[in-house]
């Protein structure tokens, strides 16, 4: 049997020419996607591979990002340069959504630190510890990564933490931190390191506004909860 190719199509069933004609927004994921991997197998269509893909991950593209290129060449038709164009273009689609948060951003409430943080550490398979450091206004000077450890626990240093804070004259703080696991409840260590960092910051006069747990679709405020 002859190979699907996006050119053996129908014009109006050509993604890559219904982009042209049409324009980017009317082009569903897998048509996207399509565009991506150029062919399907001998069964099946690119439009159609590329659906059954989105189907294993029941059309979450965020799903799909997290795909690996071994289980992605596991589709029929998907070789190892198809499955690194995909990887790649979800990646910049990552990215392009974290450019838009660099300009430093204004925290007026804990929903604000998950949208900025979320992108970044929200779907990691291991633990990432954050800080954002904020000058007198709430702005967001800057926001470090200070500590990367496994599924369950990192190690944090409060002393570089406030190194960190004094060398960008930061006058608060927001630490946040992500659960792999999903679960929001913070642990005897989260409580404990939590407290650690705010006695750290009263006496340096540098003021811990909140504390993070951040998920893939949830967070945990020590703030908004009352046990800051």
């Not at 406030?162 to 004259?169: I, P, T």
């Not at 960092?197 to 909860?225: C, Q, R, V």
Request: glycine share 6%; aromatic share 4%; with cysteine.
């Amino acid at each position: 049997m002859e190979k699907l190719s996006i050119k053996s199509w129908a014009l109006d069933d050509r993604p890559r020419e219904k982009l042209v004609a049409k324009g980017k927004t009317v082009l569903s994921d897998a048509e996207l996607i399509a565009i991506l991997i150029g062919s399907g197998n001998r069964q099946e269509s690119a439009v159609a591979l590329s659906q059954r893909m989105l189907q294993s991950v029941e059309g979450n593209i965020n799903e799909l990002a997290k795909l690996s290129i071994e289980k992605l060449m596991t589709f029929k038709g998907i070789g190892e340069a198809k499955a690194v164009n995909i990887i790649a273009a979800l990646e910049l689609g990552k990215r392009r959504q974290l450019e838009n948060l660099l300009e430093k951003p204004k925290i007026t409430g804990s929903k604000d630190v998950f949208n900025l943080m979320q992108p970044i550490i929200g779907d990691l398979s291991h633990e990432e510890f954050w800080v954002l450091f904020l000058n007198n206004s709430n702005k967001v000077l800057a926001k470090h990564q200070v500590s990367k450890g496994g599924m369950t626990a990192t190690v944090v240093d409060v002393r570089l933490l406030f190194k960190q804070a004094l060398e960008l004259f930061s006058v608060a703080i927001i630490v946040c931190h992500n659960h792999p696991s999903g679960k929001l409840k913070p642990s005897d260590a989260d409580l404990q390191l939590t407290q650690k960092i705010k006695n750290a910051g009263t006496t340096l006069d540098i003021k811990l506004l909140d504390h993070l747990i951040i998920t893939e679709k949830a967070y945990f405020s020590f703030a908004d909860e009352g046990v800051l």
